[in-house]
């Protein structure tokens, strides 16, 4: 198996694209996994920062009132810091990768500052319809927001009259696993959490098992709520304990390790008023040549505009609806080879979007 050498980033001496010097990212979320966390770290790698010492890469706000000296392990080869929220007062033009209604008394302080002239130099990215509630919404109606599906612009615009920049998901095409003929099998690396149908892929394994069939493995870090309330001493356990895999490093080598050789990458993942776009595990199983299975409502539901969905059942990607399509899906075992040439065509778009341009630190 030949491996492409994957240039890491030297933590101690970064150096990135240039922007404003002054311009921070601030990570306002208490997890470090799943679309979020890997979201930051394609943006830091592609538009990245100006030079910098790595100890103010990506700072987290913390309720103590004091700041750690230490640097902290983000993954991807990257560093954060945790912060006293008061610092954030102090810093001209933050770049809020992620907001959350839990953290609404830093967002607040963010905007009611006496110190800050202005607040339309505030950038924020909303992933999904979750990241907003009616407070928030009042108190960054002058941020420039970001989205990066059409369908959170638009829901975002329709239900809190909130005006937003459109822009694709950045992507850093990363090195990966050399071509590998003759490609078996299926993978998850999905969050093992709510909204993600696990439960169907798990019982799609148990029909599997009767023709003979290895199963769809799993990887992903689980939510422990989900596992409490889905999994734990419930008849899936069985089934979850013997396809899941672990948790993989937070590496852009480790998810092509994981993938590279396998046929399809399945994601079934739903968001209530959300569909018809990318995310990260789409972006990585196309770009490490993988054949998608989404789930059909993902791209047929009716609450999305059909001119907000990238992809296509059977033209980009695959699609089912329950365990027994999943399963027979994966029986057939189809070519895959125009599915993954036309999936490919979504790319350039996000290796090559420029983030830098909502970054107006005038």
Not at 96 to 122: A, G, S, V, W
Not at 199 to 227: H, M, Q, V
Request: charged share 20%; proline share 3%; aromatic share 12%.
């Amino acid at each position: 198996m030949n491996i492409k050498k994957l240039k890491l980033i030297n933590p101690d001496v970064l150096t990135y694209t240039k922007l404003n010097s002054n311009t921070q990212f601030i990570y306002l979320h208490k997890f470090f996994f799943g679309g979020v966390t890997t979201f930051t770290a394609h943006l830091i790698y592609t538009i990245g920062m100006s030079e910098r010492i790595n100890d103010n890469v990506i700072l987290r706000p913390i309720s103590s009132n004091k700041s750690e000296n230490r640097l902290r392990d983000f993954g991807y080869g990257l560093h954060y810091k945790n912060i006293s929220s008061k610092i954030l007062r102090n810093i001209p033009y933050p770049f809020l990768t992620m907001i959350k209604d839990d953290y609404f008394p830093i967002i607040l302080n963010l905007t009611n500052n006496d110190q800050r002239e202005r607040t339309d130099n505030i950038v924020v990215v909303i992933h999904d319809p979750r990241d907003i509630s009616n407070r928030i919404s009042e108190l960054i109606r002058k941020w420039k927001i970001i989205t990066i599906r059409r369908s959170v612009q638009q829901y975002i615009q329709q239900k809190y009259n909130l005006n937003s920049v459109f822009l694709y998901h950045p992507f850093y095409a990363y090195p990966t696993i050399s071509s590998i003929l003759n490609r078996k099998g299926a993978v998850s690396i999905s969050r093992i959490g709510f909204g993600k149908n696990i439960d169907i892929i798990l019982k799609a394994n148990k029909i599997l098992e009767s023709f003979g069939i290895n199963g769809i493995r799993l990887y992903g870090y689980p939510t422990p709520l989900y596992i409490y309330l889905y999994l734990n001493g419930k008849n899936d356990a069985v089934e979850f304990n013997k396809y899941y895999y672990g948790k993989f490093d937070k590496s852009f080598l480790s998810v092509s390790n994981i993938i590279a050789t396998k046929k399809f990458v399945v994601d079934l993942s739903l968001v209530k008023n959300d569909g018809g776009g990318t995310q990260y595990t789409y972006l990585e199983a196309i770009h490490n040549n993988c054949a998608l299975i989404l789930h059909r409502r993902w791209i047929q539901d009716l609450n999305n505009d059909p001119k907000y969905c990238d992809f296509k059942e059977g033209y980009n990607c695959f699609a089912i609806d329950n365990e027994k399509e999943l399963a027979e899906l994966i029986k057939v075992d189809p070519d895959t080879t125009k599915i993954i040439n036309n999936a490919k065509r979504l790319m350039h778009r996000h290796t090559n979007i420029n983030w830098s341009k909502v970054i107006d630190n005038n």
